[in-house]
């Protein structure tokens, strides 16, 4: 179907779901309230309960017709992502869960081998269906596991490029809790050591959704070296994830809970 009609289904999905589920409704109106308040942004809870909806409708249309995503996809700066694969490193890219971010690994892969971090579903027919879904050429998934950080160290040594998911809570034990927007969120340590470890450039990407229909604007942004420190590298990732946001707030996974305390891992600073 066209992308328009694909996003008008899962805004309405989307608004079911905010107004069917009291728990979906309290943990997404908790998160981008304080957000939009904290930034002085106006407060549109519809809007952004629709686009949590496209969020997911645009991924299944983008796995579903790839290459008409590609020619509705308008890349800025390109230039950026071009410098760092010079640089012979690889590159270590971040895509968070914004607007058609299953574009992002496509059209990197137009260019260049990419490897990508995925957590498994934990129900086997799921799984099935989101790696039929994302089975790209020249994309190749790995699971969080070590076999899967492995792989990646692997494909930047090759020179190549990885992906990595920064806004997922990580396993107990392989994060460290650092502010998310004024609040303490488990943080993977796993770009800066990756990063610090080949010194390898690492790029921020957005897909923000445009008008109904008319596709993402991809963007990109070279963030500083990583501290050594993982607490402080912890820390920087998240504010660079803070900005990426910003760009397109209503556009973010808000239903998502980020600060939540995954099994295993220390109580956060403030209990």
């Known amino acids: 179907m066209p992308l328009c009609i694909a996003q008008g289904i899962g805004g309405v999905l989307g608004l079911l779901a905010y107004l069917g589920s009291a728990q ?9 309230s304080a957000v939009a308040a904290q930034h002085g942004l106006p407060i549109r809870l519809w809007t952004a309960a629709c686009a ?16 008409k995503a590609l020619s509705l996809t308008e890349i800025a700066n390109w230039g950026i992502v071009d410098e760092a694969m010079n640089e012979g490193h690889g590159l270590v890219m971040l895509t968070p869960h914004l607007g058609g971010f299953e574009i992002i690994p496509r059209v990197l892969a137009q260019h260049f081998p990419a490897t990508i971090l995925y957590r498994p579903a934990r129900q086997d027919w799921l799984n099935a269906v989101v790696e039929e879904g994302r089975a790209y050429p020249n994309m190749h998934f790995v699971p969080t596991n070590l076999q899967g950080v492995r792989q990646m160290t692997r494909a930047l040594i090759r020179g190549e490029a990885i992906g990595i998911l920064p806004d997922q809570v990580p396993s107990g034990g392989d994060g460290i809790w650092a ?4 609040r303490p969120a488990y943080t993977t340590t796993l770009p800066a050591r990756l990063a610090n470890r080949h010194h390898t450039p690492v790029i921020m990407f957005t897909a923000k959704r445009q008008a109904l229909g008319r596709g993402w604007l991809m963007q990109a942004t070279r963030l500083k070296a990583f501290s050594d420190d993982a607490h402080q590298s912890c820390i920087e990732l998240n504010q660079a994830i803070e900005e990426a946001i910003l760009i397109a707030p209503e556009q973010f996974i808000w239903a998502y809970n980020r600060y939540k305390h995954p099994l295993g891992a220390e109580l956060p600073p403030t209990q």
């Open 179 to 182: 502010p998310f927007f004024g």
């Open 24 to 32: 979906y409704r309290a943990l997404f109106k908790a998160h981008y």
């Open 52 to 67: 949590s909806g496209m969020l997911f409708s645009d991924s299944l249309w983008i796995w579903r017709n790839p290459q």
